[in-house]
């Protein structure tokens, strides 16, 4: 079992930069993939960045550029560095772990952008 809490929402204006860290508690191992999805009001959740623990990272086309993921293997943390912030980019930010046979979520953390 995993429980991820997630933490650094918030309100900021367009152009500003937030960070979203995430903490894992639970079994994570190498074969785990951790990443950040997103749901804003009235769509689905769609990833906005993974990361494996060997580095591999994909990120949504609307982010590339603008957002960085990292991962901490030792300390089972991952983080979403995001700059350049867009109106567009406002949501609940979830933090997902997932292997070959199980997925866990966070409670998600709200970033609001205002124009």
């Known amino acids: 079992q995993v429980q991820l809490v997630e933490s650094g929402g918030g309100l900021v204006q367009a152009g500003g930069s937030l960070k979203l860290s995430c903490s894992a508690a639970?079994?994570?191992?190498?074969?785990?993939?951790m990443g950040w999805y997103r749901q804003a009001p009235g769509k689905q959740r769609d990833m906005v960045a993974t990361?494996?623990?060997?580095?591999?990272?994909d990120y949504a086309d609307s982010v590339k550029g603008r957002f960085t993921i990292s991962r901490d293997n030792a300390k089972n943390t991952v983080v979403l560095q995001m700059n350049s912030l867009e109106p567009e980019d406002t949501a609940v930010y979830y933090c997902?772990?997932?292997?070959?046979?199980?997925?866990?979520w966070g409670k998600g953390t709200l970033v609001t952008v205002s124009s």
């Open positions: 997902n772990v997932r292997s070959l046979v199980a997925t866990y």
């Open positions: 639970g079994s994570i191992r190498s074969t785990h993939v």
């Open positions: 990361i494996t623990s060997g580095g591999n990272t």
